[in-house]
């Protein structure tokens, strides 16, 4: 057997045996991320009195507190459902960039690209200004993710002529419609009568987790283990069409179905993260192909790494935005563009 | 018959591709597919694993009506090399020919030692079990084929279909993918573009011009000089000259 030399065997060799070593450090850097980020703020609290005052939530009267009443609002009521939120938003975010980069079989494609995340934004833009009630009671949940469907809906039909789409048809056509939504909701911003107002979405639309309360975790919590526990039990279909259309179809799959399900899948993913965090760049672009450098493109694989990575990703990306300009918060979009436009750019000459 | 394409006509975007094609494959058989460019090969093929719906015609594969079968049912007779390769996620070699697997699994299924033994098998039998762990990607244009014949092996079905598989080869690696094809014992319809290899490797051809099948046989009952000079217009000489044969130590 003829042994490839290291330069030839590339990235992905021996990808497999590295699943199990992978999870345990993303797992042992999600918990590590999360204490760092509770424990990290204008009130410092050890991460011996956050594991305190988590217990004695959990179970009243089971510790001894060694720290203030102030210190365990500040953790309960605060950072720590911001904490969890920023794993959520995170996973959700990589989860769907993973989706949308098998459906339309390009590794650009992520939310933002194609217009996913200017819809959802668009939708939730009209709720916070004109008011639920002026839209027939929607929730900013269901018009974001109204918005995010429409928009996958609209390029889709866009980029296809007789039922193929080309990828390159595909970016075109979100990025055309991405700054369709911008244009719409920019207007109405800027037509909103409180200034204020519109300046406080302008800030929630590049990405905030600072509104984080417990009461907007489950829904998020509850669509996205739904969710990639059903990408998971479908990764061979995903992975059937990642390898192109005709090649899935001469495999059996229902492409056409399988598309319609994995619209609406990530169209209310991006509604309901759009919902609580804004529009939160670059995440679902980075962190899907960094989980396949990791572990190889088997959406077996790729998904469960990835949600684990944008986890982590997110919780660090939140840190930063909490401190470095402290005490001004910045708006997530602009910590991952850091991040993210090197990576982008580097994805591009790579495959020149 | 294996495949039987009964008076099947095709349309892309409402513009008629194909005319009522009959085409018959026995159990076995290596029959080629020929014609110039756009006279409907490829889209004739497509038709044959439901990439394309006939607008009349009828496509039964191994008895049953193929329009009745299962996506997955039809994909556990039909398997297809297409000239589409699963290019831009960086799969590797490894994870393209367990896709062959994917028609015979169920949602919660689980790859079984079984599974990945038929795809070490495959593998094996194109003679390319050492690119296991390479990216695809990074695999040359013959490599790449013969992993594809792999996965379309692993996916053990019984009749095979190949669009144009020594597209962009060089002559040593078209001889060895034919010869490949050849041995598999599978019945194959391989849309090919050589006349010399298609008649020295198929058993059977058919000659496709202008969306319809003008003839069909053995090659040389197919392929005579006054037929090639009218499809393909130009003059069929025969001339002594080298002919290329891969050398028996490969």
């Not at chain 2, 594969?61 to 329009?67: A, I, K, Q, T």
Request: charged share 15%; glycine share 10%; aromatic share 6%.
């Amino acid at each position: 057997m003829g042994q490839p030399t290291a330069s030839r065997r590339g990235y992905a060799a021996r990808v497999s045996d590295r699943l199990w070593p992978v999870i345990t450090v993303l797992v042992l850097a999600t918990v590590a991320s999360t204490l760092f980020a509770v424990t990290i703020g204008a009130v410092q609290v050890g991460p011996a009195q956050v594991w305190g005052i988590v217990a004695d939530r959990l179970v009243p009267g089971s510790v001894t507190p060694v720290w203030t009443p102030a210190q365990a609002q500040i953790v309960w009521d605060y950072r720590l459902p911001r904490a969890l939120l920023a794993l959520l938003v995170g996973a959700g975010l990589a989860v769907v960039g993973t989706v949308l980069q098998a459906l339309v079989r390009n590794p650009l494609a992520d939310p933002f690209l194609l217009g996913v995340s200017s819809g959802a934004s668009l939708g939730a833009v009209l709720v916070f200004i004109l008011g639920s009630s002026v839209l027939g009671g929607l929730s900013l949940s269901v018009a974001a993710f109204l918005g995010a469907l429409l928009a996958l809906v609209l390029v889709y039909v866009l980029a296809q002529r007789s039922g193929r789409i080309t990828p390159a048809r595909l970016v075109l056509a979100g990025v055309a419609l991405a700054y369709l939504f911008q244009a719409v909701y920019s207007y109405v911003l800027q037509q909103a009568q409180s200034g204020r107002a519109a300046q406080q979405v302008l800030f929630w639309l590049m990405g905030s987790l600072g509104g984080a309360r417990w009461e907007m975790l489950p829904i998020p919590t509850v669509v996205l283990l739904a969710g990639v526990a059903y990408l998971l039990v479908q990764h061979r279909p995903l992975n059937a069409l990642g390898s192109g259309e005709e090649s899935a179809i001469s495999l059996g799959i229902n492409v056409t179905a399988l598309r319609v399900r994995l619209f609406l899948l990530t169209s209310l993913l991006v509604g309901v993260l759009v919902a609580t965090s804004g529009a939160i760049a670059f995440v679902g672009l980075i962190v899907p192909h960094t989980a396949r450098m990791l572990v190889g493109a088997d959406h077996r694989r790729v998904l469960p790494v990835s949600a684990l990575l944008g986890a982590v990703f997110l919780q660090l990306v939140d840190v930063a935005a909490r401190t470095v300009a402290a005490p001004q918060e910045l708006a997530l979009s602009i910590v991952t563009a850091v991040f993210g436009v090197p990576f982008f750019l580097w994805l591009l000459r790579r495959r020149g | 018959m294996i495949l039987i394409l009964n008076g099947v006509s095709l349309q892309i975007d409402g513009r008629p591709i194909v005319h009522g094609a009959d085409v018959e494959i026995g159990p076995g058989e290596f029959v080629g597919l020929l014609g110039p460019n756009g006279c409907g090969k490829s889209t004739l093929l497509r038709s044959a694993y439901r990439a394309l719906r006939p607008s009349a015609g009828l496509i039964t594969v191994e008895g049953d009506d193929l329009v009745r079968l299962t996506p997955r049912e039809s994909a556990r007779r039909t398997a297809v090399v297409a000239q589409e390769a699963p290019a831009e996620l960086d799969f590797t070699v490894a994870e393209v020919v367990a896709m062959g697997r994917t028609p015979h699994k169920r949602p919660l299924d689980r790859t079984t030692a079984a599974d990945e033994l038929i795809c070490a098998q495959a593998l094996e039998r194109v003679a390319a079990g050492h690119l296991r762990e390479r990216g695809f990607t990074t695999l040359s244009g013959g490599e790449k084929q013969r992993v594809l014949i792999a996965r379309a092996l692993a996916q053990r079905s019984r009749l095979l279909l190949l669009d144009e598989p020594t597209n962009h080869l060089d002559i040593r690696h078209q001889l060895e993918i034919l010869r490949l094809v050849r041995g598999l014992g599978i019945s194959t319809l391989a849309a090919l573009h050589d006349l010399n290899q298609a008649a020295e490797y198929c058993d059977r051809l058919y000659l496709m011009d202008g969306g319809r099948i003008i003839a069909g046989g053995s090659p040389a009952e197919v392929l005579t000089p006054e037929r090639i000079a009218q499809v393909y217009g130009v003059r069929a000489v025969q001339r002594t000259q080298l002919v290329f044969e891969l050398k028996e130590d490969q």
